[in-house]
């Protein structure tokens, strides 16, 4: 449905376009997210928040250590564990399971938090580029291609690379670190994408 209303409001979008610019007919081609990620800011964005989420991890990951090993304990032992014991163990488990889905929920409201903040302050500035680069090459309109299915473009249409060497040019990092893990990329907007 939602792709759908994106699909109707991208062509009602078009239609209201003035025929001048359908004559024109240039359209560029962007994959945003992509886009964000590769630029020297994104990769330093995304380093930043690995290294500061990671001891909250490290938390996380010793909390489910804990709550496996006394799983582990209550069903190796239930033949010798006394009541009381096994109730103690019992409580102690479901308190464990109940912090570590606390805290798990809260790290990610938080890197969400974050991480959209992010891409929000970078996609600001990249919407000016973006405009610029339309306005210099003559561009009627620019269209993010993971966002709405493009079932075919000429591959000069694609301004993804070039906007983020326009956007690394305009504004440097002093130190682009490489993400700590893979970060898994959006598909590329040169491949067909489905409906929904």
Do not use: C, W
């Not at 000016?128 to 591959?155: E, H, M, T």
Request: hydrophobic share 35%; proline share 6%.
């Amino acid at each position: 449905m939602k792709n759908r209303l994106t699909t109707l409001s991208v062509l009602f979008a078009i239609l209201a376009v003035p025929p001048v610019v359908h004559a024109q007919g240039k359209v560029g081609l962007i994959n945003m997210s992509a886009a964000i990620g590769s630029t020297g800011e994104g990769k330093k964005a995304i380093a930043d928040l690995q290294k500061k989420y990671q001891p909250r991890q490290q938390e996380l990951e010793r909390l489910q250590q804990e709550i496996n090993s006394i799983q582990d304990q209550l069903s190796k032992q239930s033949a010798t564990l006394s009541d009381d014991e096994q109730r103690r163990l019992s409580r102690d488990l479901e308190d464990k399971q109940k912090l570590l889905k606390r805290s798990s929920d809260d790290a990610q409201t938080d890197i969400t938090a974050d991480r959209d903040e992010a891409i929000r302050r970078i996609s600001q500035k990249m919407g000016r580029i973006i405009n610029d680069y339309a306005q210099q090459n003559g561009l009627a309109l620019v269209i993010d291609g993971a966002q709405i299915p493009v079932y075919y473009f000429a591959k000069d249409s694609d301004i993804t690379a070039e906007i983020v060497k326009r956007y690394d040019a305009a504004n440097p990092v002093a130190e682009a670190a490489a993400p700590a893990k893979p970060v898994a990329q959006p598909a590329s907007p040169s491949s067909p994408t489905k409906p929904k």
